[in-house]
């Protein structure tokens, strides 16, 4: 009768420039947030709620048309030259493009959900040409093209239907993400039951881990301490740890100031207790 939830912090995150935008492959409740331009590790759940944990993506989105398909370059991404882009509510209110562009604002047909895997048709809702910072509504999503994709755009009107074909595999095999953050660029810190012990982060720092069960269906979340509380750890000695507590396979999360888990439960105080805990590193 009760609901409980953990959380700990996540992906790796740019600190100039664009500052806060992931580094990594990024899904939310089973639909795009950002596609990276570099593999790194990654962590989450399928839509079975399944673990999973791999060390390379492949990404491919595609604008189906009946004769041809035109790439979808990115999802949440800055909009470059000839490029087609799609952005979605996880971007922000805008698509913070300029005005050298056609965008179509869509929203899925009814039978339609979003996935990281699959075909999808939409409905054109709106059509800007030359304005740019096209607004995004909440469950809606915006195709916005520059150039040559401009051009193909161009050629939709409002009520007309699009279709979408979007593929992801993680090493190899093609799956449904429903959660998704990135990790390191080091080895998995556990691979099929095994500690990595070459190729990870030899600096002592706070550090946060996602594992998994071999049979994927138990997740683990570790967070260790440092810079005051204690002196932190290598990437190793995070992955002997959580190995130690029931991981067949784990990804570094982002580490540093940024390592902290907040553990809550939901319902009735219990022992004159409000409910709420927290820590951190």
């Given amino acids: 009768t009760h ?5 700990v912090n996540g992906d790796f995150f740019v600190t100039q420039g664009d500052v806060g935008r992931p580094t990594g492959l990024t899904v939310v409740n089973n639909e795009f947030a950002y596609t990276p331009t570099a593999n790194r590790r990654l962590g989450g759940v399928d839509e079975q709620l399944r673990a999973v944990i791999g060390t390379k993506m492949s990404y491919s989105g595609k604008l189906v048309l009946p004769d041809t398909a035109y790439a979808i370059k990115h999802v949440n ?3 470059a030259a000839d490029e ?3 952005y979605n509510q996880h971007n922000g209110s805008t698509t913070g493009t300029n005005m050298y562009g056609t965008e179509l604002l869509i929203r899925l047909l009814p039978d339609y959900q979003w996935h990281t895997s699959g075909t999808m048709m939409a409905e054109v809702l709106d059509k800007q040409v030359g304005i740019g910072s096209m607004a995004i509504p909440k469950g809606e999503a915006v195709l916005s093209g520059h150039g040559t994709m401009q051009q193909v755009l161009n050629d939709f009107a409002v ?3 699009v279709t979408l074909r979007f593929s992801l595999k993680v090493d190899g095999n093609k799956v449904n993400m429903a959660q998704c953050i990135g990790g390191d660029t080091y080895a998995l810190i556990v691979n099929n039951g095994q500690v990595e012990q070459s190729d990870f982060w030899n600096e002592l720092h706070p550090r946060t881990a996602f594992g998994c ?10 967070v260790v301490d440092g810079r005051g509380m204690s002196a932190g750890c290598t990437t190793k000695v995070l992955g002997e740890i959580i190995h130690y507590y029931g991981a067949y396979t784990a990804v570094n999360w982002d580490g540093g100031g940024s390592s902290g888990m907040y553990v809550s439960p939901l319902g009735p105080p219990q022992n004159g207790a409000d409910g709420r805990g927290a820590g951190g590193g």
Avoid: I, P
């Fill in 3 to 7: 609901l409980y939830y953990a959380g």
């Fill in 77 to 79: 991404y800055t909009r």
């Fill in 84 to 86: 087609l882009v799609l």
């Fill in 159 to 161: 009520g007309d239907t």
């Fill in 213 to 222: 069960s071999e049979d994927k269906s138990t997740l683990y979340f570790l």
